[in-house]
């Protein structure tokens, strides 16, 4: 049964400056719509209305009881197709997202994470002795170097840390064009902006590199080359498209997708460190039990993963500024067909979005 009303929101229709506003500040601006208007709040845009989630139970019902209604919907297609092309993970949906996924997990699995925590240890020490002693340093600038440069590594099996190229210069390109605090993230991609034209050309040229590497890995693997022994993401997509044949797992698909992790992995890393070491130069009695506890359990050594699970306090703070500083703090979704949520009625797709917000 549908309901009878629409839920409660702002009453004039958002334009660009209010949405600069709420990308540069959303910590705060969020919490106010939520205390002001409820836990669903409708606003107005350019692109339709959009209906902002942050209650828990809204959550499961979009995300998890009744997701088979819900499509990922065109703005997120709009977003980020032109970064991660068609055939990303990102952006499937239904059987096509589980033979997807399904066919990629190995790749993630926990014996192939941990092969990566030697490389994810050893550029974060070798980054911060990069830092003088008592130097102020942009921790954000900082932690996205890091995080870019572990990916180059982990996904492509590239030491990108001392040189430019086309995996450094999309992750920039990326970083810049999705940068909803920018006039340039409203702006049509088809107007000859400079941050429009450095975007493209810098996917094409990471296009290029990427299907270079995939058909260099490929030969690798054929042969006996010493590439054959990398452990990186890359490796083991070719590995899968080997093992099930092109036609299920080609070229575009396995570029695509390491394209969207890519724009999955940069900046959320980033900013989950950022945030993080930000609370805790807010609270030094934390960060000395924090410091403490990493002495006591690793000492001198490098940490694998069973020494990370032994770091219960430090795990807990992690936590804590997630939940306080979400990286990721909204998803998109479409009902696919009129709704009803907590007695609203919420129109089908092409008529609306559900935005989903953030619940602390």
């Not at 550029?123 to 340093?137: G, L, M, S």
């Not at 058909?215 to 022994?229: D, H, K």
Request: glycine fraction near 8%.
């Amino acid at each position: 049964m549908m309901g009878s009303d629409q839920p409660p929101g702002l009453s004039a229709p958002i334009g660009v400056r209010n949405l600069l506003e709420l990308y540069r500040d959303p910590f705060e601006i969020f919490p106010e719509w939520n205390d002001e208007y409820g836990d669903l709040v409708k606003i107005e845009t350019n692109k339709g209305p959009h209906y902002l989630l942050f209650h828990p139970s809204y959550f499961d019902r979009v995300l998890v009881d009744d997701f088979e209604r819900y499509g990922k919907g065109s703005i997120q297609e709009e977003i980020f197709k032109p970064i991660t092309g068609s055939n990303s993970l990102l952006l499937s949906s239904g059987d096509q997202w589980h033979e997807r996924r399904e066919m990629m997990q190995p790749a993630f699995q926990r014996e192939q994470v941990a092969t990566y925590v030697d490389t994810m240890a050893s550029y974060t020490e070798d980054h911060i002795q990069n830092w003088a002693p008592e130097e102020t340093v942009a921790i954000d600038k900082e932690m996205t170097r890091l995080s870019l440069a572990i990916l180059g590594q982990t996904l492509f099996g590239e030491d990108i840390r001392n040189r430019d190229g086309p995996i450094r210069e999309a992750g920039e390109a990326i970083a810049d064009k999705t940068d909803g605090s920018s006039i340039n993230f409203y702006l049509p991609d088809w107007l000859p902006t400079p941050t429009n034209r450095q975007f493209d050309n810098a996917i094409e040229a990471f296009d290029r590199e990427l299907e270079h590497l995939i058909r260099e890995r490929e030969e690798a693997l054929q042969g006996s080359s010493a590439t054959a022994g990398k452990n990186d993401l890359l490796t083991k997509f070719v590995q899968i498209r080997q093992r099930e044949g092109g036609d299920v797992m080609d070229i575009a698909t396995i570029r695509d997708n390491l394209k969207g992790l890519v724009l999955g992995g940069r900046d959320t890393a980033a900013l989950a460190l950022t945030y993080t070491l930000y609370l805790l130069a807010q609270h030094p009695t934390v960060a000395d039990q924090v410091y403490r506890e990493c002495e006591d359990i690793l000492g001198d050594e490098q940490p694998d993963i069973e020494a990370l699970e032994d770091l219960e306090y430090t795990d807990a703070v992690i936590n804590e500024s997630l939940r306080l500083y979400p990286p990721v703090y909204g998803l998109f979704r479409e009902p696919r067909e009129p709704t009803e949520i907590a007695g609203y009625d919420i129109p089908g797709s092409g008529e609306s979005l559900d935005g989903v917000g953030f619940v602390r």
